[in-house]
């Protein structure tokens, strides 16, 4: 079994300030003690990179290198795994954005769906209830 997690759980986990934050922490801790594998697809890292850096966003921005401090210690560990575009991904996006509608800011939300789908990933642990418009996978909020 595999799953995945959206950037929004970094996200908070990074951010102090937010409701969110020790939840979202107890929870990367929890991945980083699992053996299950956890794919960590690059849009997803990039979209952390490109918030938890963005001082219009973060009261307290990261720091470029503490963000990819980050990430870095979540590729290091052995069950943490990425992988990006394949052979079948525009096909696989098409179908998807197609039956979501996806428009504006749902289409990073179908690109990361398409990856976890080309990759036989079924699971991902996100806060954005828009997942739950692809069929094709199961969206669970590691907050509830």
Do not use: C, K
């Amino acid at each position: 079994m595999s799953f995945t997690f959206d950037a929004n759980v970094l996200l908070y986990a990074s951010d102090e300030a937010s409701a969110h934050h020790a939840q979202a922490r107890a929870f990367l801790e929890q991945v980083a003690r699992g053996e299950e594998l956890a794919y960590l697809f690059w849009p997803t890292v990039m979209g952390y990179l490109r918030i938890a850096t963005h001082p219009a966003i973060f009261e307290e921005p990261l720091q470029p290198a503490d963000a990819v401090a980050n990430v870095d210690q979540l590729l290091a560990l052995p069950h943490v795994q990425t992988i990006g575009e394949q052979d079948r991904f525009w096909p696989s996006y098409r179908r998807l954005a197609g039956e979501a509608d996806a428009r504006g800011n749902l289409v990073p939300d179908a690109h990361l769906v398409a990856l976890m789908v080309e990759n036989g990933v079924r699971t991902i642990w996100t806060h954005d209830r828009d997942y739950r418009r692809f069929s094709s996978i199961e969206a669970r909020d590691p907050f509830d």
